[in-house]
């Protein structure tokens, strides 16, 4: 097993940052290769925002490629996603994810993230 927790959510206005940071533990956290954030919006469906792989290969949905980065930590088990120039669209519940060679896909409870206008 896995578990995630996320950390770092919060209220900022448009143009702001904020990092968001995610702690993989668990007996399993060997077995992990992917990890990564999606994010919901209220009335719209899980999207995927970010993933990271064992070897730092990256992938970002198109609105927050330049905006968004992620990184990882693999000595820690951590992750991390750095939100800069933040739009009122990325306001969302964001989930940490990871993603085992055995395709077992774990999930955090989520971090609220609110972008005034």
């Known amino acids: 097993q896995v578990q995630l927790v996320e950390s770092g959510g919060g209220l900022v206005q448009a143009g702001g940052s904020l990092r968001l940071s995610c702690a993989a533990s668990?007996?399993?956290?060997?077995?992990?290769?992917?990890m990564g954030w999606y994010r919901q919006a209220p009335g719209k469906q899980r999207e995927l925002v970010a993933t990271i792989t064992t070897g730092s290969t990256t992938n970002y949905e198109d609105s927050v490629k330049g905006r968004f980065t992620i990184s990882r930590d693999n000595a820690k088990n951590t992750v991390h996603l750095q939100m800069n120039s933040l739009k009122p669209e990325d306001t969302a519940v964001y989930y940490c994810?990871?993603?085992?060679?055995?395709?077992?896909?774990?999930w955090g409870q989520g971090t609220q993230v609110t972008v005034s206008s």
């Open positions: 994810t990871a993603k085992s060679y055995y395709n077992t896909i774990y």
């Open positions: 668990g007996r399993s956290i060997f077995s992990i290769n992917l």
